[in-house]
């Protein structure tokens, strides 16, 4: 049912259309050359069909009566849905050269104008995806190194929880600040690191954080649909630029600071090693390496690395207060294989199946990119005897791969015997898409696994986790869903093991 503001924005947005453009516009792509869909209204397409708030589900049930390769309209653009394992292999890991093109978000386009790593296509997309995987390897991305700054970043976090003990608190911004500070934009980006009580660096967080949230709100996804509209309508969604306002002076501020003190051909960080080929090749006007370019980039890989990871931990937090017997059975297999006098590292994560497991299961249970990111075909291409052509618009449902009932035995409920087999050990599934497969996977897929592990073992190592309240009134229901899952805020209490 459609309620509230997303009403009126419907009611808004029809009675402007007709006004303007009459009852027969349609958009510029016809609907015989894509897979079929329900029928759209005219310039609406089928909103009414897709409650806001819950996009990921709604197309899931019409995926039950069109099959899992279907056409949706979002306002008067047509978008061809991938839903379920199969499709969404069959497409971005067999056929991934022809679904690795980027449709924009408006959102994002009037941000990025489609630069940086996330946004950007064809010959600019794959020099600076390789040059960002070069460089980033180069200061410890991949290596042990990278593992001993989770460590040190660890027990930095450990020490601030250990000063709540007893009370009550949030743990996003603790949370927020250990896994930016350890991730790329402090530590290999921008070469330093900030304190948890910096304000600068607070405000920072608070930024990518309320961004993160307003676009997985039904503000950001009306936005994506009719942005000429919301443009000049009033409501949360305008934060979100100013929002990037201020992020892009503080990116062009440490810039500039790295300009005046860096030493060409000795990179510090990330940033030094882009304006160095910023000079080598600042005679080639066909040059992808360009200030602004850096800019975006640094924004993509801060948001990309540290929302989601902080995310992921946040809402596992939630999960195991509402589970303690699946916290205290990680803590027993803590207890037997690594002890409590050593910090576990990534050598255990073998040697701890259920532990895996279970960090597996949080991540298949949030689906914290639900809808993925938007796809645009790079070439013809044929996908379950549809043709589809160059340039459509896809949308990867990864939740649907982690909700299909024919690769998980409980896909719709917390469990993490989904990824135990009958004996005990860590199953792995193909179908677990949490960074999106194929040539368009997350830069920071493998980090974002090692802090998962480390964190999350680290702090189940020290304290047992209590709920403020009763466990039954904990609700695991995202606080909103669009760009991400959000979990609800919560407040929880620790107690020393």
Known sequence: MVTGVTALLLLLVLLLALARRGWGAQGTQTRGTLPPGPTPLPLLGNLL????????????????????????????????????YSALRDALVLQADAFSGRRAMAVFQRFTSGNGIVFSNGPRW????????????????????????ILEEAACLLGKFQATIGAPFDPRRLLDNAVSNLYIICSVVFGNRYGYEDPE???????????????????????????????????????????????????????KRHQQTRQPGEPRNFIDCFLDQMS???????????????????????FRGTETTSTTLRYGLLILLKYPEVAAKVQAELDAVVGRTR????????????????????????????????????QDTHLHGYFLPKGTFVIPLLISSHRDPTQFKDPECFNPTNFLDNKGKF???????????????????????????????????????????????????????????????????????
């Open 49 to 84: 069909q897709l409650e806001s708030g819950r996009l990921d589900g709604a197309l899931m049930e019409l995926s039950g009566h069109w099959g899992p390769v279907f056409t949706v309209r979002l306002g008067r653009r047509p978008a061809v849905v991938l839903c379920g």
């Open 126 to 149: 794959w020099t600076l995806r390789n040059f960002a995987l070069g460089a980033l390897k180069e200061f410890g991305l991949g290596t042990r190194t990278i593992e001993e700054r």
């Open 201 to 255: 660096f607070l405000r920072l967080l608070d930024l990518f954080h309320d961004n993160f949230r307003i676009m997985s709100s039904r503000w950001g996804e009306m936005y994506n649909i009719f942005p000429s509209l919301l443009d000049w309508l009033p409501g949360p969604h305008h934060r979100i630029f100013r929002n990037f306002t201020e992020l892009r002076v503080f990116i062009s501020e440490q810039i």
């Open 280 to 302: 080598k090749e600042q005679e080639d006007p066909e040059s992808h390496f360009q200030e602004e370019t850096l800019v975006m980039t640094t924004h993509n890989l801060f």
């Open 343 to 378: 910090t576990p590292r990534l050598e255990d994560h073998e040697r701890l199946p259920y532990t895996n497991a279970v960090l597996h299961e949080i991540q298949h249970f949030i689906s914290v990119l639900p809808l993925g990111l938007p796809r645009a075909l790079t």
């Open 427 to 497: 199953q792995s599934n193909d179908a677990f898409m949490p960074f999106a497969p194929g040539k368009r996977m997350c830069l920071g897929a493998g980090l974002a696994r090692s802090e998962i592990f480390l964190f999350f073992t680290a702090i189940l190592q020290r304290f047992c986790l209590l709920p403020v309240g009763s466990r039954a009134d904990i609700n695991l229901t995202p606080q909103c869903t669009g760009l991400g899952n959000i979990p609800p805020a919560f407040q929880l209490r620790l107690v020393g093991r």
